[in-house]
């Protein structure tokens, strides 16, 4: 059968997707598999396609047209892709042509029913699925048939649907083609679905079997319920039988038709367990066969399953690569550094030097392996402790995983090495100079490390900057420096613990940490306020900046009238906070001093919003607010009884988390002030490389691991295609969640929080700073296309430091992901925002421009009428 226009199923592998497309190279290879059935058939080929295509040349403006569309304009696409289906539809079809799929038919019996399927070259690909974007036709009857229905299959790949789906993913029309499966029909008692993973949990080592009456186009398109199976090990684990009232037949005239099911057939399980475990070995073989968990669509006939189709699950999130077969529990470290999109290698492997403990990567993120620490009874109280204080949807999840009893086994203590639960203890003096003296040693270290810099290249850079991390840990992991902010939350634990206990006050701490000394990313915020201070005064200015667009606009500040000020003060607070970023603990983001336009519409909302002085009158009334809530606490604690001693507790308590908790956010602005000279020195010894042809472009450091850098400038070698395949991987995993918790089963753990008594239809998260807000909600996905007003209540994934220039202009903080020591909350308690954090999906659940209230204290979000 071997031709340019048509080739039998069994000469086609999974290498070949350009010439069958994704189904039908994944079906070919399907039939080569030992114990697998695949329906016979043939596959009319994407050369077919591109010969109909360049005979219907008005095709070719349309898909030009189609190509410079927004996503978003759907009148013109529906017009534009319905054009280009009834072209396809209508299109005579070569005689040539004609014969080669005929004569296939042929060989399948000339009046054989058959099943017509689309088999897209951009469908179904491991990072992508394009599931159901294109059209299936069954139970399809002669030649005449057959080749309509082919022409049918042809126009599917312009579907508004489709098109919609490649403009938003920026997939190139003329790139995809379309080739056909033609396959002899199965008249099945049951068919359905078989996921190789869990498709609830992604744990791996559970399958999950959906299956009905009939043929399976009733279960895919979401006709009717199916019956459930999960299978473990070889035996079903649970089941859930549905009422399957109807099932799709097929129709004596062609094609299918819906038919009732005999009641009491209707809640009759549709495969025996033995039928469903059978199942789910035939997918193990298949999967093993593929090298991922696939998505797989059988029939059973006569007590015999047949495989129609099987694709990767791309919604799994990849397993972090343990190298044992050992149980491992992992906790993501994107959600304690608010940073859960996917990081480059370049990026990874710095964190992975710069940690106090080792970290594993999957899915573009980096995880840590508390393994040891939930089995070691020494360990674990005070590890699940610290989770729940912190983020208690990981501590749910961690205890979860525990109370099943069998994934965690007991182990021996870690030893000497072992960080103790409750930390370092707390210095005993509560002392300024203690603070001073750390950043002094900070700042001292840094000039020195830029100064040194300079003259690495080569080899000899890489190697300086492996040696500098050390220095970098040694201050990150200095005792003291771990005390200090240790005492400052400990002593914040034990405000809120007396305090509520003394004077019914929930979480009395934040307002007392408003404007507090040395906290160098608050200081950020107000310090933007200046820059606008310094800009308002010139109007050539401010209208100059409504419409920046290049990098390079501080050099066309000069000539403005008041441009030599404005310049200044940009340039002045780039210095001091230029090395930040949206995802800043990943070396690889650009950072405000590489993207000053970042900061523009904050600077033009900060000259918008607030009179000059702004900054330093928010500092001073924080302070005053935190003195005067600090005096009425105290006043009415003397007045309890033994209200002496408890006041001067308190007292004692108050002072040491003012003088200490600021500097919390210093050690990690050191950090990143570190990563950005090395990244400084990196690129612009990578253009180095590209001047030497080694590199095609100095940002393809970013795709390699620090080790592997060091290879290629000791060699002058690198692997493009490795880049290529890093490249292609980062897309993939941009477009993955990653889970807090996951198991080296690969299944999610999620977290719940475990609280009654909340309002009727509340948003519950995690209370980081107290007081209750009413206002405007404005969700933000993007920090550069913030249009904030005072007032405004942001709604928002994830906030690090890069954000804090936009607290000064709302008065609430709402956040998917967040604890109660993370940046946001810090900073939202020092500037007296009510906060909550850790709400699930608030972003979908909440409007833009809905309003809505937060309760800071109590942890929970109303939407408003």
């Known amino acids: 059968m071997t031709g340019r226009y048509v080739r039998g199923l069994e000469e086609i592998d999974k290498m070949q997707v350009a010439l069958a497309g994704s189904k039908g190279a ?36 349309r898909l030009d047209r189609l190509s410079r569309l927004d996503p978003d304009d759907r009148g013109t696409i529906r017009t534009l892709s319905t054009e280009i289906r009834r072209t396809l539809e209508a299109v005579a079809v070569p005689d040539d042509l004609a014969a080669a799929i005929t004569r296939s038919l042929a060989g399948l019996g000339e009046q054989t029913a058959c099943a017509v399927r ?104 979401g006709l009717v ?52 475990v059978r199942l789910a070995q035939l997918g193990r073989r298949i999967e093993a066969h593929f090298g991922c968990p696939q998505d797989i669509e059988w029939c059973l006939v006569d007590d015999e399953f047949h495989i ?34 996917a990081w480059k290698p370049l990026g990874i492997s710095l964190w992975q030097l710069t940690a106090g403990r080792p970290m594993y990567e999957a899915g573009g993120r980096p995880f840590v392996d508390v393994t040891q620490l939930l089995g070691s009874p020494t360990s674990r109280a005070g590890f699940l402790a610290a989770a729940e204080r912190s983020d208690p949807l990981i501590g749910d999840a961690l205890q979860t995983i525990l109370e099943r009893g069998d994934f965690i086994p007991t182990l021996p203590d870690e030893g000497p090495g072992g960080a103790p639960a409750g930390g370092a203890p707390a210095p005993t003096e509560t002392d300024p100079a203690i603070v001073d003296e750390l950043i002094a040693h900070n700042q001292a270290s840094i000039a020195a490390l830029k100064c040194d810099i300079r003259t690495k290249s080569g080899a000899a850079l890489l190697d300086f900057i492996l040696a500098d991390i050390q220095e970098l840990k040694r201050i990150l992991f200095d005792p003291q420096s771990h005390r200090v902010f240790m005492a400052a939350m400990e002593a914040s634990w034990w405000l809120n613990e007396h305090l509520q206990a003394w004077l019914g006050e929930k979480n009395a701490a934040d307002r007392l940490t408003q404007s507090v000394p040395h906290n160098v990313t608050s200081e950020m915020g107000l310090a933007l306020l200046d820059v606008a201070d310094a800009i308002r005064p010139h109007p050539d200015v401010v209208a100059f900046l409504e419409h920046v667009e290049d990098e390079g606009f501080l050099d066309e500040l000069p000539k403005l009238a008041g441009g030599r000020e404005a310049q200044d003060a940009i340039r002045g607070w780039l210095d001091k906070y230029g090395m930040r970023c949206v995802g800043e603990v990943d070396i690889t983001r650009p950072r405000w001093s590489e993207r000053p336009t970042t900061l523009v519409p904050m600077i033009l909302g900060n000259i918008r919003n607030f009179e000059p002085g702004a900054g330093e009158r928010r500092f001073a009334q924080g302070r005053q607010e935190a003195r005067e809530r600090e005096q009425e606490l105290l006043d009415r604690l003397r007045a309890l009884p033994n209200g002496g001693r408890k006041a001067a507790e308190a007292k004692q308590m108050i002072d040491r988390v003012r003088t200490f908790i600021g500097y919390r956010e210093y050690p990690k602005y ?196």
């Not at 399980?269 to 033995?274: E, M, N, R, S």
């Not at 189709?309 to 044992?324: H, M, V, Y």
């Not at 969640?737 to 009654?756: C, F, H, K, M, N």
Request: aromatic share 6%; with cysteine.
């Open 26 to 61: 994944n079906l070919g290879e399907l039939s080569r598999i030992e114990g697998v059935r695949v329906p016979a058939g043939y596959c009319v080929t994407t050369d077919a396609f591109l010969r109909i295509m360049s005979e219907a040349p008005s095709i070719d403006d």
């Open 118 to 221: 689309s088999s897209a070259t951009a469908e179904d690909l491991p990072t992508a699925s394009f599931a159901g974007q294109q059209d299936t036709y069954l139970n399809v009857v002669g030649p005449a048939a057959i080749l309509r229905h082919v022409r049918l299959c042809w126009a599917s790949l312009f579907t508004e649907r489709a098109v919609t789906y490649r403009l938003r993913n920026g997939i190139d029309h003329r790139k995809v083609r379309m080739a056909v499966v033609v396959q002899q029909m199965v008249f099945p008692q049951a068919a359905g679905i078989l996921f190789t993973a869990d498709p609830i949990t992604s744990n791996r080592k559970v399958a999950s079997v959906e299956a009905g009456f009939g043929l399976g186009e009733a279960l895919v398109s």
């Open 225 to 276: 319920n199916a019956d459930v199976y999960k299978v473990r090990e070889g035996e079903v684990v649970a089941r859930m039988i549905a009422t399957k009232q109807l099932a799709i037949q097929p129709s004596p005239a062609g094609g299918t038709q819906k038919q009732a099911v005999e009641p009491e057939r209707q809640q009759q399980p549709a495969l025996t367990d033995a039928q469903v």
């Open 308 to 341: 129609v189709q099987s694709r990767p699950i791309t919604t799994l999130f990849p397993i972090p690569a343990a190298g044992d077969r050992e149980n491992h529990v992992y906790v993501s470290v994107g959600h304690q550094q608010m940073m859960t999109d």
């Open 670 to 865: 050191g950090m990143v002030s570190r990563y950005f000279v090395y990244k400084q020195a990196l690129l612009h010894d990578a253009q180095r490389l590209v001047r030497a042809h080694v590199l095609r472009e100095k940002e393809d450091i970013f795709y390699l691991t620090l080790q592997e850098l060091h290879d290629v400038v000791r060699t002058n070698q690198v692997d493009d295609e490795l880049i290529r395949r890093r490249k292609d991987a980062f897309r993939s995993y941009e477009a993955l969640t990653p889970p807090r918790v996951l198991t080296s089963d690969g299944e999610v753990i999620t977290g719940a929080y475990r609280r009654d008594s909340l309002p009727a239809g509340a948003l519950v998260g995690l209370p980081v700073s107290a007081g209750t807000v009413e206002g405007r909600a404005r969700v933000i996905l993007n920090m550069a296309e913030a249009d904030l007003e005072p007032g405004d209540i942001l709604v928002t994934a994830a906030t690090d430091p890069s954000w804090t220039p936009l607290f000064v202009a709302i008065k609430g903080l709402v956040t998917e992901v967040g604890g109660l020591m993370t940046h946001g909350a810090v900073i939202a308690r020092e500037y007296g925002l009510p906060a909550v954090v850790g709400v699930e999906r608030a972003t979908r659940l909440i409007r833009d421009g809905q309003r809505i209230r937060v309760n800071g204290t109590d942890g929970y979000v109303e939407i408003l009428p």
